[in-house]
């Protein structure tokens, strides 16, 4: 069984940072992708991006490209999600997820959610 805990959410300006965590727990020897989604109020969760658990590969949704970078500390056994040049539309709470999958990239390949990470970005 595996646990997934995020933290590091909030309030922040748009145009500014965050960084949310992700703390990993229990039985990791099936995990081959780890993800970020999120799911805006009324809205269905969508892909944010996602690091292999080798860490050699790393995808991102079109509309956080170039604002968000995922990284693992192999040492903590935590997934980060850094989050730059915030906009409104980036309010949402975001989900940490591991897939059995290689390069899974939507909601249905993950197997194991974190509780959600609430962010929201005021103008």
């Known amino acids: 069984q595996l646990q997934l805990r995020e933290s590091g959410g909030g309030l922040v300006q748009a145009g500014g940072s965050l960084r949310l965590s992700c703390a990993v727990s229990?039985?990791?020897?099936?995990?081959?992708?780890m993800g970020w989604f999120r799911q805006a109020p009324g809205k269905e969760r969508t892909f944010v991006g996602y690091?292999?658990?080798?860490?050699?590969?790393?995808k991102y949704a079109d509309s956080v490209k170039g604002r968000f970078a995922i990284s693992r500390d192999y040492a903590k056994n935590t997934l980060h999600l850094q989050m730059n040049s915030l906009k409104e539309d980036d309010t949402a709470v975001y989900f940490c997820a591991a897939s059995n999958l290689f390069h899974a990239d939507a909601v249905p390949w993950y197997k194991y959610w974190g509780q959600g990470a609430q962010v929201t970005v005021s103008s």
């Open positions: 229990g039985s990791t020897s099936s995990i081959e992708t």
């Open positions: 690091i292999t658990w080798s860490g050699d590969d790393t």
